[in-house]
């Protein structure tokens, strides 16, 4: 009997005690995002102050003097002619001078696909290299030297002979190396133009692929990203 | 009367003073200009790519040599921690939930051929694509600075999302202040999130940037 009256005092106190609990664990977190506001919102101020330091006469004059001297070796490094920019996640290239847009289009860029080699020494990823190249080669009537992954993806032997590696055609009428053996050439495959498709060379159509061939020349600037 | 001459030469002060300082050059500008030119020109000088990131406003560029590639304008970009530091900083880790995964060719096994009707964007390649790439992920500098990129959200989604950010940051500003580890977060949103996509894209592990707030 004692102990029924004693378990029921008990309830209504231990509802109060977690009520306090409750509301003291709000506070406390409210207490913590405030601080944290705080603390960071003195931080954020710092932001607006970066690089904002004032800056002496002697100094301003520097500055003045380095902001030309940089300015005239940012020309120098901007391409005289015209350049080409490849981007292979929309697959489409940009012909430019300057900022200058001269012509635009679709090209099919590396599938990103891995191939192992059966023989399980060596392996091929088909990307589109990226970064900065200069046209190194420019080649009409291109013929296509098939390199062994050509073979191994198809499942055929690799032949001794190099001539029977040669196929004509593939690569359309012009082919601009950048090295490594990769190019800017045709297809056979136009629907595919706009897509990850290739081995990691770049796919063009005809006319814009005729197009760049006459505007290029060996050095011409080439980026890939 | 003295009133009217009063403005007349009120007016002409202020119309000299306004003269003036528009022939002279603001000394925090020059300076600024400067210091941007100097870091910016120890990237642009070595071959590859770098990103700028405007926060104020809201611009990413991707360079090489000082020619701009590509452009992206976020919606949005917010930030909360420590400033980032006005240098170059590189890119360690890209961070996913669902990383894009290369296929792997199995020799001799014939592709699947593509439907005649079918348009280029139709139909499925066995290809790493630009829609394979993540639509929320976080890049990870250097120096500890998260950029978390982040597509638009709406109903309950957007109102999870802001309280995250305006619950969890003062909280994690507590957490880091404990640890004495300046960290700064940035937070990028794009409303179309192939935009998202093609930063993943673009910006390989490896890149350095300049990111600032002022210019």
Redesign the interface.
């Known amino acids: 009997m004692n102990k029924k009256i004693s378990f029921k005092l008990l309830i209504p106190s231990l509802k109060r005690l977690s009520l306090i609990g409750v509301e003291l664990a709000c506070i406390a977190s409210v207490l913590a995002v405030g601080l944290g506001y705080f603390l960071g919102i003195r931080e954020f101020s710092g932001w607006r102050k970066r690089i904002f330091e004032a800056p002496s006469q002697a100094d301003l004059a520097k500055s003045r003097a380095t902001s030309d001297a940089l300015k005239k070796k940012f020309e120098k490094l901007v391409p005289k002619g015209v350049y080409i920019v490849i981007d292979t996640g929309a697959n489409s290239f940009y012909l430019k001078k300057g900022a200058e847009i001269i012509r635009e289009g679709l090209v099919s860029t590396g599938s990103g696909d891995i191939l192992p080699d059966p023989s399980g020494k060596r392996q091929w990823v088909f990307d589109t290299p990226r970064g900065e190249y200069t046209v190194t080669s420019k080649v009409e009537n291109p013929y296509w030297v098939k390199p062994d992954w050509a073979f191994i993806e198809e499942g055929e032997p690799i032949p001794k002979n190099k001539d029977d590696r040669v196929v004509g055609g593939e690569l359309g009428d012009y082919a601009l190396g950048f090295g490594n053996g990769y190019f800017l050439h045709g297809t056979l495959y136009t629907r595919l133009l706009g897509r990850n498709v290739t081995h990691g060379c770049v796919r063009i159509g005809d006319e814009d692929l005729k197009f760049l061939f006459k505007s290029a020349s060996i050095g011409t600037k080439i980026y890939i990203y | 009367m003295r009133r009217p001459v009063f403005f007349l030469c009120f007016g002409l002060l202020s119309v000299a003073t306004a003269v003036l300082c528009l022939g002279q050059e603001d ?2 500008s ?9 870091e910016e ?1 120890a990237l ?2 070595a ?3 770098y990103f700028l990131m405007n ?1 104020k406003d809201k611009r990413i560029e ?1 360079k ?7 452009t992206w304008n976020p919606q949005k970009i917010r ?8 240098r170059p900083l590189t890119l360690t880790r890209k961070t996913a939930l669902t990383l894009p995964q ?4 199995k ?3 014939e592709e699947v051929a ?1 439907k005649p009707q079918a348009k ?2 139709e139909f499925e ?6 829609k394979d ?1 993540p639509r929320f992920f976080t890049l990870e500098l250097e120096n500890g600075t998260a950029i978390s990129v982040v597509r638009k959200e709406k109903g309950l989604k957007k109102l999870w999302s802001s309280l995250k950010w305006h ?1 969890g ?6 957490g880091l ?1 404990q640890k004495k580890k300046p960290v700064s977060f940035i937070q990028v949103r794009f409303d179309d999130a192939r935009d998202g ?2 930063l993943y ?2 910006l ?1 592990e490896g890149i350095k940037g300049l990111i ?3 210019y």
């Open positions: 000394p925090k020059t300076y600024r200009q400067s210091k941007f030119f100097e020109y642009a000088r071959p590859g790519f926060l991707l090489s040599r000082g020619i701009v590639l590509r930030f909360w921690g420590s400033p980032v530091p006005f290369r296929k792997i060719i020799p001799g096994e593509p280029p964007g390649l066995e290809a790493l694509e630009l790439m619950i940051m003062p909280i994690k500003t507590l202040r996509q093609a894209w673009a390989p600032w707030y002022i």
